[in-house]
């Protein structure tokens, strides 16, 4: 039977992503590199009342993988700058599959860049399998279907969680390390983090505050749209005058690599629960613009992000080990569609009439 790995099994994901496999029925193993939560995390799954499922404890997932070349990988270890690339390789030096909730701008155009090399090799690679980059991702080519680019794009993702592991606010510090990001005439722009306030509109007529953030979202963007000027905004950083005045003093420090490294592992022993209450939805948001004038908007509801994440990443690798995907590199609805997103819980509006309040 064909096995899917699961990396960083232990995590909030990873648990979520192989509950949602057991389900299915599929053959997994739980990999980490800590045998007592690993069999905790194995005890939980035979609660759902499946076979228990095999774990595997390693510090080198790489060389597991180019071992034992598995069928297919779900890597949910972040921060994703130093675990995409180098599990990504080792899947396709084995000809194995490989999946990724990464969501920081660098690993998932880096993860892009193995396009070549996974096509030789035979292996798919997708990344940004989870709210982020899909949810985005699918408004934009829903809006862009069929049309020529449009000159403008914009994304805002306003997911709500019920609980933060601490690798989340790893990745959160890599990413504001990275600084602000836009594209504008194609080209990827340094901007100031915390820029580009904007007032995202929702269907019922209110707003949520995003800012500017560099995520992965602004480049699935730029591919899905064909734009030159792609903006990626989130409600997951904080929106008021200080805050947005201190992100950039925040991300400068946080590019020192020793001072980053000393936050991610204080970081790492933390545990947030974000403010939400029952019943908030998750939210993401896109909005196209023509030359011309035309402006397209459209939004996904869904319920609580990890839920929609674990669907998406288990429905993705599923599909990978049922042998339906192409050879390459992608962001998921590049490789599947849109409907991908609704298949995990998402409902899409689309709306030609509103004008974005920019
Ligand atoms: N794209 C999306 O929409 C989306 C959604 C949710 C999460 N994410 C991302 O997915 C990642 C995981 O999130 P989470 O909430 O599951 O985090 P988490 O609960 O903190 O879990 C992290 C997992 O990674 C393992 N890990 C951490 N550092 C490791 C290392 N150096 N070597 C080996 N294993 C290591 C942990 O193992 P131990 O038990 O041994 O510590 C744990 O299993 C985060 O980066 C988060 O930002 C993305």
Same mark, same amino acid.
């Given at each position: ?19 949602? @496999? ?49 069928? =297919? ?34 690993? =998932?155009?880096? %993860? @892009? ?18 709210? /982020? ?11 862009? #279907? ?14 709500? =969680?019920?609980?933060? +592991? ?10 504001? *390390?990275?600084? /602000? ?11 100031? @983090?915390?820029?580009? @306030? ?19 979202? %602004?480049?699935?963007?730029?591919? #899905?749209? &064909?734009?030159?000027?792609?903006? #990626? ?6 929106? &008021? ?14 590019? =020192? ?8 592992? #204080? ?35 869904? /319920?609580? /992000? ?16 049922? +042998?339906?995907?192409?050879?390459? *590199? ?29």
């Amino acid at each position: 039977m064909v096995e899917i790995w699961i990396l960083g099994a232990t995590g909030r994901a990873g648990r979520s992503i192989s509950a949602e @496999l057991c389900r299915g029925g599929h053959q997994i193993v739980l990999v980490g590199r800590n045998a007592q939560r690993l069999s905790e995390a194995a005890a939980a799954i035979e609660a759902l009342g499946g076979p228990t499922p095999r774990t595997l404890v390693t510090d080198d997932p790489a060389a597991q993988i180019a071992a034992d070349r598995p069928d =297919v990988v779900v890597n949910t270890v972040g921060p994703f700058g130093t675990t995409t690339v180098p599990t990504a390789q080792a899947c396709v030096a084995a000809g194995s599959h490989y999946v990724d909730l990464a969501n920081e701008f660098e690993p =998932v155009r880096s %993860l @892009l860049e193995l396009d070549t090399v996974a096509r030789a090799a035979g292996s798919t690679l997708v990344t940004g399998a989870g709210f /982020g980059v899909l949810a985005t991702e699918a408004l934009v080519y829903e809006l862009c #279907a069929g049309r020529p680019a449009p000159a403008r794009v914009r994304v805002a993702a306003m997911p709500v =969680v019920d609980g933060l +592991g601490p690798a989340v606010l790893a990745s959160v510090v890599d990413a504001a *390390a990275t600084g /602000g990001l836009v594209y504008r005439n194609g080209r990827p722009v340094r901007t100031r @983090l915390g820029a580009h @306030l904007q007032h995202t509109p929702l269907p019922d007529g209110t707003t949520r505050d995003t800012v500017a953030v560099p995520t992965g979202e %602004l480049e699935a963007a730029l591919r #899905a749209s &064909g734009a030159a000027e792609v903006i #990626a905004t989130s409600s997951e950083v904080p929106t &008021g005058r200080t805050a947005r005045a201190a992100l950039p003093i925040v991300g400068a420090m946080l590019r =020192v690599g020793a001072l980053r490294r000393i936050v991610i592992r #204080a970081v790492d022993r933390w545990q947030l629960t974000p403010p939400s209450t029952p019943g908030d939805a998750s939210w993401a948001y896109a909005c196209a613009e023509w030359e011309g004038g035309e402006t397209r908007q459209a939004w996904l509801r869904t /319920g609580e /992000g990890y839920q929609f994440t674990s669907r998406v990443a288990a429905t993705v690798a599923a599909r990978l080990a049922a +042998g339906e995907a192409r050879p390459g *590199a992608f962001t998921p609805a590049a490789l599947f569609g849109t409907d991908l997103a609704r298949a995990a819980g998402g409902t899409i509006t689309v709306d030609t009439a509103v004008k974005d309040p920019r």
